[in-house]
């Protein structure tokens, strides 16, 4: 089965930096997504990503936040400044267009650790 | 709003015994319901899903869920668990039209041999 890919799968930074959480979503699919999951909560919904903009995003992702998708492959992630709080595992995920295909599929998440 | 809730963020069974994770919805329109699974140090991988067909939905791994609107009810369960279903289960609620699924909190599962 076609799988969503991310890196790396862990990454630790300095409160202040900048981060960018790599994905590279299921070929031929047309939806993209972050989540995030802070460590004993749930998997929360950051962003939802379609026709190379931004179609849906929570209250959680703030000004700190961007997506991009710089090439047909990848979809990143950027924090500007990373607080403590952002210490979560972020979960990227797609999925295609066709018919009533609700299926979303996850990548295996980037663990990102802020000190 | 649409939200869904699991009922024990822990649930622990004998190797064998009956499986039943619950998990509550609401939305104001009928929903799409899913139960995911996370092995460790996995990503989320789709168990099953309700898209307003058959009630009862049969999934991977021997498991199935019951959707009750009476209720607002998506229990999962599988009648005999093995040792490698022990994993992080999760319900998910999506209201037809919107683009994005609302997570519950979880339920670890532990099967004791």
């Known amino acids: 089965e076609p799988e969503v890919t991310q890196t790396p799968s862990h990454q630790v930074t300095q409160m202040g930096q900048e981060v960018i959480l790599r994905c590279v979503p299921i070929s031929n699919h047309l939806y993209f997504y972050w989540y995030r999951q802070i460590l004993g909560q749930k998997v929360e919904f950051l962003v939802s990503f379609y026709n190379n903009e931004i179609s849906e995003k929570s209250e959680i992702f703030d000004d700190q936040f961007s997506v991009e998708r710089p090439d047909g492959s990848n979809f990143t992630l950027k924090i500007r400044s990373t607080k403590l709080e952002d210490s979560a595992m972020y979960f990227c995920a797609s999925r295609d267009d066709r018919g009533r295909n609700e299926k979303l599929f996850f990548g295996s998440g980037t663990q990102l650790s802020v000190l | 709003a649409q939200s869904v809730t699991q009922l024990g963020s822990h649930v622990s069974v004998s190797e064998g015994a009956l499986v039943l994770l619950r998990c509550n919805y609401s939305?104001?329109?009928?929903?799409?319901l899913f139960w995911y699974v996370q092995y460790p140090n996995q990503g989320l991988q789709l168990l099953l899903k309700?898209?307003?067909?058959?009630?009862l939905v049969k999934g991977i791994n021997g498991f199935e869920a019951e959707f009750k609107k009476s209720e607002t009810s998506f229990h999962l369960t599988k009648p005999s668990a093995h040792m490698s279903d022990a994993a992080e289960y999760f319900c998910a609620v999506k209201e037809t039209g919107a683009n994005n699924l609302f997570f519950g909190t979880g339920t670890r599962l532990t099967v004791i041999p």
């Open positions: 939305s104001s329109v009928p929903p799409y």
């Open positions: 309700y898209t307003s067909a058959a009630t």
